[in-house]
Every structure is written in C-alpha cells, then in structure tokens.
C-alpha cells in the first residue's frame, strides 16, 4: 500500500474506502513546461480490512476532497483546492471544485471561486474531460499506477514480483493548471479528505508522501491522519521506533531519517522534472523500492516490480479501469 487501506489495521479512515486518499502525484504537464499536473487518488477497488470489493459509488457526496499547497515553506496551506461531489439520477456523480487562496486556504474549503461546477463524473473507459479556462479536470474510476508486491511484504518481504495491483482501479481526481497558480517558487503539496457530520468537518484521511502512513505511524496512526503537516514533528518519535525496530538504526540514526520525513509533505518544483523524492512524483516513479531501502536500511532495496504499462501520454494519463477490479 502506498497510503491505500491508511486507518487503524490496515483498514478505511472512518471505514469509507471513498474517503482514503491512495496516492499523490505532482509532475510538470509533458511537452508544456508552463503546465503542471496533480493527481488525487482515492478510493481503493479492492480492501484489505476487510478483504474484497468496496463500494462502487465512486466518491462520497458532500465530502471534501482537497489539495493543499503551501507556498512560502511553513508547512501551512496558502492555495488549496477542493472537489466536492452530490449524486444524480441513475447513480451518476457531478464535481464541484473551488479554489481559495490566503488564510482561508488552512481550514475546510467548501466556499470560494468556482473553477469548475458540474464535472460528470467519469465510470467507463473512455475518459471524461472537463475544461474550464487554463485548467482542466478529470473526475472517476481509472487503473491504479501504484505497483507493488503487497503479498510479499507481509511475507517477511520475501518478494516474488506479484504486483497486487495491477488489475486495481481508484478514483482518480486529475488537474492541469498552469505554473502560475501555484506561486513562483518551490512548493509543498498534500492532499485530505474531510468527511461531514453533525460536528462539523473531521479530517478522515491526509498525506503527501507515499508508503510512511501506512508503515510508519505505529500505534498513532489515528492522530496521524487526524494532524497537520505543521505538527508532525510529535511524530518524529513513532516513526523512529518503527524504523530502529525494522531497520536496525540507532536512535540517532533513526531520528535524523524520521525528521527527513516529516512534515508529510510532496516538495515540487515545476520549473524541474519530477523524480521522487527529489522532485513532485511521477506516475512511473519507484516510491516503494526508495522506501524499502529506507525502512530496512539498505538490507532490502526492492520488490522486484514496475510500473503498469497501460499509463496514457495525455491526460488524464492514468489509464482506464479494468472490468473486474
């Protein structure tokens, strides 16, 4: 799991598969260099927690689902954008998504501009393109790019090169904007997902960087994904335990890698090509070779696993969701 199955035991935040975020994606827009593009996956096909098929309704309606952009390096959200979805007749879904930008960007963004206002959500192979002004969005089920052998993990990382998902479908919320919404410098980039109740707002799910919520968290996975990246410093201690535990780091060594970790945010640059974790992330990018080498301290440095081949080279450029998945 890259942050797929991210709740307590491996199971759904708030036990919503369409509230867990999966992956986070961030790379300039190919052959357009004043174009970026950012991918918000949720919304796992299959669970683990339990096991088998969840839900097909593709997101949960009036849930918030944001991308967070801090753009002066305080690990506090100055841009964000928000897709917020309502059912119609014969199950179908249409997308709202807002931008705002300033201190209003930190809490629940369910006001602001309308960027885009009743994007049909997309559920076949052929994808469903939304264009509005500079930017455009896609909304739906398409094939998971995330590849790993989950099963040889949990098999004390004896891996086989089994990809568990390569036959997996998530909904996937795409955006190309151009460079100059997101400010002039570098940027980190996170992504939530906000569940309402009759308290309000409850952040269910959170994350920039793939694979540390799901192993690292420990037994404070719950406040982990309850937090915010300008905290997470208090969860330097947990993710150092689990990595002298796993690792065989001392506590020194331990620390100062957790802290390279933390806040759990997507550094990107769009004036460079995306490379993780120097750079955004690529939908092609090994993350879970980086992690295991990081997590073992170099005993293990792979899982014998690609990336799919069924990626796109235009948008939205995951490819399209398998049958049976």
Known sequence: MSHHASGPNFAFPRG???LDLTDLYAFPKPGDPNKSILVFNVHPSVGVNPPG?????????????EIKIDTDGDAIADICYSARFQSCDGGKQIATLRRMQGP?????????EVIV???PVSAGQEAVVTKAGDCRLFVGWRSDPFFFDTNGFFNKMQFTGDDFFSDKNVCGIVLELPNSVLGTNVVGIWARTLDKTGKGWIQADRGGRPMQAVFLAG???EAYLNGEPKDDDRFVGVF?????HTGGYTPHDASAVARNLLPDILSYDPQRPASFPHNGRALTDDVVDIFLSMLTNGRVTGDKVGPHGDLLDEFPYLGPPHDKA
């Not at 098929?53 to 689902?65: D, K, Q, S, V």
């Not at 209003?104 to 602001?112: N, V």
């Not at 150092?240 to 002298?244: I, R």
């Open 16 to 18: 919503d598969a369409r």
């Open 53 to 65: 098929p969840t839900t097909t309704e593709p997101f949960a309606p009036g849930a918030l689902y």
């Open 104 to 112: 209003s960007a930190t809490g629940a963004c369910d006001e602001g």
């Open 117 to 119: 206002d009743g994007a």
């Open 219 to 221: 037994e404070q996975k």
């Open 240 to 244: 150092a335990h689990e990595l002298e």
